[in-house]
């Protein structure tokens, strides 16, 4: 299976090393073009893989990820759309760039997919969105396609109208955990811990959460509920919480991030 890369930026290389760390195909079979000369001699100093033009990647490639700045893909699809193949898969990463504009830049002759990576590509966890062009996709080359995906991490089949939300909660999700186990270590500084045990404590502790979270058929509310004994030290801090509309701010967050998405889209 040959995977050729329009753009080698960092999400192209969080696929990359995904791709190569899972064994879903060796280095020799991934090409890669690139704007940048730099870029790509560190690509292939790093990982192997062969460096590329158009033409060859076009040419030779199973299936061809669209890699590129969104402002560049109008540019970069101008270049593409006469030396890419009758029905070949293009798989997009580039955000906002929705299949129908694909189609429009490419041309209607091909199968598009659309990808929107999640952020933890370099643990290969967390989930990545995959929205199909309808139709166009038998079984096979629906497996090639969820073959990237699962290199990366998890994969949600999703359909594309739903992707600035996915965006909004999963991408900006990570950076927001770290802003509340950054308050959590602060508070255990306040009250007396060590910063590094504080942050021993916290990491363990957001770890091990998830773990139970993703694990349990329980409600969260119910896991709480479990936690919290009558007159106890977790119910004196939820009440805190609660007085500071933690939830609301929470949800503001969330939405004002879906907006911001839009916005771009």
């Not at 939300?165 to 186990?181: D, H, N, Y």
């Not at 139970?212 to 936690?227: A, G, Q, R």
Request: glycine content about 10%; some cysteine.
């Amino acid at each position: 299976m040959i995977i050729g890369f329009i753009g080698g930026g960092n999400m192209a290389e969080g696929i990359i090393k995904g791709l190569l760390k899972s064994g879903a195909t060796g280095s020799g079979d991934i090409y890669v073009n690139d704007v940048s000369e730099s870029r790509t001699d560190y690509l292939r100093k790093t990982y192997g893989i062969k460096i590329a033009d158009k033409d060859r990647i076009s040419a030779e490639s199973n299936l061809i990820v669209l890699a590129v700045r969104p402002q560049d893909a109008a540019k970069v699809s101008e270049e593409l759309k006469d030396i890419t193949k009758k029905g070949q898969i293009i798989v997009s990463i580039c955000a906002g760039i929705k299949i129908p504009t694909l189609k429009s830049l490419l041309g209607e002759d091909k199968k598009y997919a659309r990808i929107m990576p999640n952020t933890m590509t370099e643990l290969r966890r967390g989930y990545s969105a995959l929205a199909f062009d309808a139709g166009r996709f038998d079984e096979e080359e629906q497996e090639l396609v969820k073959t990237i995906m699962n290199a990366i991490g998890k994969t949600l089949l999703l359909d594309e109208s739903q992707f600035d939300a996915f965006t909004a909660l999963s991408c900006a999700g990570p950076e927001w955990f770290i802003l509340f186990a950054t308050a959590l270590v602060d508070g255990g500084v306040k009250i007396g811990l060590s910063r590094e045990v504080s942050r021993a404590i916290v990491y363990e502790n957001m770890e091990a959460t998830g773990r139970l979270l993703s694990e349990s058929d329980k409600h969260p509310y119910e896991i709480t509920d479990d936690m919290n004994t009558p007159g106890g030290i977790g119910i004196a801090g939820y009440h805190s919480f609660q007085n500071s509309g933690l939830n609301g701010a929470v949800m503001d967050a969330v939405y004002a991030a879906y907006k911001r998405t839009t916005e771009l889209g």
